[in-house]
């Protein structure tokens, strides 16, 4: 079960302010999620490797090759706020 | 008072000299205007892919090498996540429990005294965006932020606690700078910030082998403010403790104007930076061919080619050391040996003039403008006696600051020694003639009086008289 002080927890790793309702909801549904996740450990898994990497991969490799940079237009399209060629973002200290 | 010893890690970040990103395909190059390094990739935008640059991974091993490290057999990499504008993101791709080399270690040398330091683990990550402030940092509300940087790959070597001193901390630094640099994987600028470092810093009563509580401190960049930063730091966390206090820990960054370290508000309720495996990333599965042959490709490395330099040149341990504390700084001064075989001359005169005028004007050898033949003329001139030593001071300071050759210089100048006897032996009999109180002095005993004297020849000369025989002339001519 998920504690109020663990959504607090979370919600400020993730910068979100919440209400007391809303914690009352967030928490209720992330119990949910973790116990349905938490079936996963009533799996038999005696003999199964761990694995980092659910498919059957290694060494992808690309060579250390120039490409296109995008426009600079294009990479401050998304942004909140620019000033000149730079995004501009609240201060975070 | 209870004696106190300080404990030291350091934390080393080195950006890697490849031409594009660790996981991307965008340029890494230095100074670009804003924005213009990034592609989807660097900017986290929905969908992308990211491709580990092999070249990243070959010179992780590399540096792992000339650490002494053991290379990893299965090496991947992990997300860590902290929400900060620096990282498009929102995590940074780094490596967890599997990094890519570890249990390495280095030696120093610090007031004759060798020492290992342990090196804990190496691995690979991405390098942040930069935030940039107009106005102060605590005036403005806004942060620009540039991206060009993030992405850029870098290593990050941690070592173990095993340093005692600031001094120590700084001679770590130096070797590691210098292995690096041999290994040609970064050029570790620290005025660019490919070369970054942090500390962290604890003292415990001497005796106790328990570790006491320790800061971290941040922005050092420069070995002088390392040094300064470290020996304050270290300095305060023992007046606290002397004073009843207690050590908190905490990240603290190092003010230089100020002198001193001050607390950074934290960032984050706690470092809960949540790792998981980049599921993006194919893990690495290194193979051992591969690892031998970056080993057979490594340079000589730094304790090596001092041990060369003193067994091959009959150099002192000392003169070793300074001269192969950079690649670039052993390879002027080889060069200049083999074009003129006076290894010891070389040495004074690279280390001393040469290393003097560079620190001057704050250049590498690199900048250097005479080149190891061109001071491998002068230094012939002087030990031939064409010049005299001090002559040559000038004139290297005139090739230094043009560029032309030796022979140019004291052509121009009409700095050639005189070692005409007629003509010294007239300046001689002036100067006998225009100081009887310090001839007196020298014929009664005062031996010292000589040099006064000359010293007058010298001037009237302008320093162009073979020293050798001004001496010799005047002391036939006092003696008798």
């Known amino acids: 079960m998920i504690s109020i002080k663990d959504v607090e927890h979370v919600a400020l790793l993730a910068r979100l302010s919440l209400t007391e309702d809303e914690k009352q909801v967030y928490g209720k549904q992330l119990s949910d999620i973790l116990e349905n996740v938490r079936k996963l450990q009533d799996l038999n898994t005696e003999g199964v490797p761990p694995t980092a990497h659910v498919l059957d991969l290694q060494n992808v490799f690309r060579e250390d090759r120039l490409g296109e940079h995008m426009p600079v237009d294009q990479v401050l399209a998304n942004a909140p706020d620019r000033q000149d060629n730079f995004f501009k973002v609240p201060k975070i200290m | 008072m209870a004696q106190y010893e300080a404990v030291i890690g350091l934390e080393v970040h080195v950006e890697l000299k490849t031409d594009t990103k660790i996981f991307c395909h965008s340029s890494t190059e230095f100074g670009a205007d804003p924005n213009h390094h990034v592609c989807p990739v660097c900017l986290g935008l929905p969908g992308v892919l990211p491709v580990v640059n092999k070249k990243v991974v070959e010179y992780a091993i590399k540096a792992g090498l000339a650490l002494n490290c053991r290379i990893a057999a299965f090496s991947k990499f992990d997300r860590k996540n902290y929400y900060y504008p620096d990282l498009p993101k929102n995590y940074q791709i780094s490596q967890y429990d599997l990094p890519i080399a ?14 290992r330091i342990g090196i804990t683990r190496l691995h690979m990550e991405e390098d942040a965006g930069k935030l940039v402030h107009h106005g102060t940092i605590s005036s403005t509300p806004f942060s620009l932020v540039d991206y060009n940087r993030t992405g850029v790959p870098l290593i990050e070597i941690v070592s173990e606690p095993d340093m005692r001193s600031a001094d120590e901390a700084v001679a770590y630094l130096e070797k590691l700078k210098a292995i690096i640099q041999y290994t040609g994987v970064s050029d570790c600028k620290m005025q660019e910030g490919s070369l970054r470092c942090d500390a962290n810093i604890s003292v415990r009563p001497a005796g106790q082998a328990e570790l006491g509580t320790k800061a971290e401190i941040k922005n050092m960049n420069s070995f002088k403010a390392l040094h300064k930063a470290v020996s304050y730091e270290i300095q305060r966390q023992i007046k606290l403790l002397e004073s009843g206090g207690k050590v908190v820990q905490e990240t603290r960054t190092w003010d230089e104007a100020r002198g001193e370290t001050l607390s950074m508000r934290s960032k984050e309720e706690a470092h809960d930076y949540r790792y998981l495996p980049d599921p993006d990333l194919a893990p690495l599965v290194i193979d051992r061919a591969w690892v031998e042959a970056i080993k057979a490709g490594l340079p000589e490395l730094p304790d090596a080619r001092r041990q060369r330099l003193v ?5 002192p341990e000392y003169d070793a050391m300074v001269l192969t504390s950079s690649r670039e700084l052993a390879d002027y001064y080889e060069e200049c040996v083999q074009i003129y075989n006076n290894p010891k001359l070389v040495s004074n005169w690279v280390m001393g003039e040469l290393a003097r005028m560079m620190n001057a004007g704050g250049q590498d050898i690199q900048e250097v403008r005479i080149s190891p033949a061109q001071l491998a ?7 031939e006696g064409t010049i005299s030593g001090r002559i040559a001071r000038t004139v290297l300071e005139e090739m230094f600051n043009t560029g032309k050759d030796a022979g140019k210089v004291i052509e121009e100048q009409g700095l050639v020694q005189i070692s005409d006897t007629g003509l010294i032996e007239k300046v001689v009999d002036e100067v006998i003639a225009t100081n009887p109180k310090s001839v007196e002095d020298y014929r009664s005993g005062k031996e010292k009086a000589i040099g006064f004297l000359v010293g007058q020849v010298m001037k009237s000369t302008k320093g162009k008289a073979n020293p050798g025989l001004v001496n010799e002339l005047l002391k036939e001519k006092l003696n008798k």
């Not at chain 2, 570890?102 to 020492?115: A, M, P, S, T, Y």
């Not at chain 2, 003329?377 to 030990?383: D, S, T």
């Open chain 2, 377 to 383: 003329k002068l230094l012939q001139l002087l030990a």
């Open chain 2, 311 to 315: 067994t091959a040149y009959g150099l």
């Open chain 2, 102 to 115: 570890e249990h390495g270690c280095l030696e120093i040398n610090v007031h004759g005294v060798d020492k």
